[in-house]
Antibody, heavy 121, light 105 residues
Framework: QVTLKESGPGILQPSQTLSLTCSFS??????????VSWIRQPSGKGLEWLAT???????GYNPSLKNRLTISKDTSNNQAFLKITSVDTADTAIYYC?????????????WGQGVMVTVSS | IQLTQSPSLLSASVGDRVTLSCKGS??????LAWYQQKLGEAPKLLIY???SLQTGIPSRFSGSGSGTDYTLTISSLQPEDVATYFC????????FGSGTKLEIK
C-alpha cells in the first residue's frame, strides 16, 4: 500500500526558508523509474508543480521558482525534502508530495494529504 | 505549455453524459492526465496517457483526444462525481489546467 505524508512548519514569516518533508511507504526511491514531486495549491486555486527528484538523483525544478527551490531525498529513510528560500505571502498554500514515474511517464499516481503552509508577519 | 479548461463551471443532472475540455497551447503528444479533486481532499488520478483508466476508477470515466485538444467524459453522472477536475500535461514541462468545477443540477 502506497502512502505519502507531508510535514512542515505550519506558519512562517516573510523572508524565511520553508522546509518540507515527505515521508512515504509502499515504494522506494531507489527503485528504477520512481520519482517524488512537490506540488502546491493556494486556497481555492489551481495546482502548480514545483520540483521532482528521481531514483538516480536527477532533479527538475519549475523554471519560475528554480532559484528558490532545493529538492533532496533520504532513500534509506523513505523521505523527500523541499526547501523554498525567501518566502512571501504568495507562497501560502497547501503543499502536496506525490509519486510519479520518470519522464515521459511523469504523472502523479499517489498523493499525500497535503500540508498547509501560511506565510505571515 | 499552457492548458485551458472549459467550462470553468458545469452544472448537470444525475445520469447526464458530461464532457470536459482541455486545450493545450502546443501539441501535448497524448501526455495528458486527468485528476479529480473533491473538497478538502488531495487530487486523485483518473486517466493517464490521454485514455488509460487508473486502477480502481469507475468505467464511466473515459478520456480521449490528440494534438492540443483533449476531453474527459463521464458517461452517467453520479452524485459522488461532484468535484473539480484538472487536466495535467507532461509532454513539455509539467503544467495543470485551471480546473472545471462540476456540480449537480
Amino acid at each position: 500500500q502506497v502512502t505519502l505524508k507531508e510535514s512542515g512548519p505550519g506558519i512562517l514569516q516573510p523572508s524565511q526558508t520553508l522546509s518540507l518533508t515527505c515521508s512515504f511507504s509502499g515504494f522506494s526511491l531507489s527503485t528504477s523509474g520512481i520519482c517524488v514531486s512537490w506540488i502546491r495549491q493556494p486556497s481555492g486555486k489551481g495546482l502548480e508543480w514545483l520540483a521532482t527528484i528521481c531514483w538516480e538523483d536527477s532533479k527538475g525544478y519549475n523554471p519560475s521558482l528554480k532559484n528558490r527551490l532545493t529538492i533532496s531525498k533520504d532513500t534509506s529513510n523513505n523521505q523527500a525534502f523541499l526547501k523554498i528560500t525567501s518566502v512571501d505571502t504568495a507562497d501560502t498554500a497547501i503543499y502536496y508530495c506525490a509519486r510519479s514515474g520518470a519522464p515521459p511517464v511523469h504523472y502523479f499516481d499517489y498523493w499525500g494529504q497535503g500540508v498547509m503552509v501560511t506565510v505571515s508577519s | 505549455i499552457q492548458l485551458t479548461q472549459s467550462p470553468s463551471l458545469l452544472s448537470a443532472s444525475v445520469g447526464d453524459r458530461v464532457t470536459l475540455s482541455c486545450k493545450g497551447s502546443q501539441n501535448i503528444n497524448n501526455y495528458l492526465a486527468w485528476y479529480q479533486q473533491k473538497l478538502g481532499e488531495a487530487p486523485k488520478l483518473l486517466i493517464y496517457n490521454t485514455n488509460s483508466l487508473q486502477t480502481g476508477i469507475p468505467s464511466r470515466f473515459s478520456g480521449s483526444g490528440s494534438g492540443t485538444d483533449y476531453t474527459l467524459t463521464i458517461s452517467s453522472l453520479q452524485p459522488e462525481d461532484v468535484a473539480t477536475y484538472f487536466c495535467y500535461q507532461y509532454n513539455n514541462g509539467y503544467t495543470f489546467g485551471s480546473g472545471t468545477k462540476l456540480e449537480i443540477k
